[in-house]
């Protein structure tokens, strides 16, 4: 299995930006996908970025352009660079790492957009 532990959310004003971070532990070797997803009050869990152990970045349109995942091998940490927010990104945030056999998450962290 494999430890995520998220950290980086906030309050930001419409516009601004924020990094948020994930650093895996445990059984790292065997992942091959991590990825962010969102969770809103009301609404069904989306991703909103993924990459592959091979480099491959995946986002949906809503946030395409404006969101950004990359990792540090080294560290063991994914990245989730977010620019230009709306209101409408506002959620709790998990980080999720994707193996043959298994599936962990993060516990969450809350990104709020408000003025």
């Known amino acids: 299995q494999v430890q995520l532990a998220e950290s980086g959310g906030g309050l930001v004003q419409p516009g601004g930006s924020l990094r948020l971070s994930c650093a895996a532990s445990g059984s790292i070797f065997s992942i091959n996908r991590m990825g962010w997803s969102r969770q809103a009050p009301g609404k069904e869990r989306e991703l909103v970025a993924a990459i592959t152990s091979g480099g491959m970045t995946e986002y949906p349109d809503s946030v395409k352009g404006r969101f950004t995942i990359s990792r540090d091998s080294a560290k063991n940490t994914v990245y989730l660079q977010m620019n230009s927010l709306k209101p409408e990104d506002t959620a709790v945030y998990f980080c999720?790492?994707?193996?043959?056999?298994?599936?962990?998450w993060g516990q969450g962290t809350q990104v709020t957009v408000s003025s």
């Open positions: 999720n790492a994707f193996a043959k056999t298994f599936a962990s």
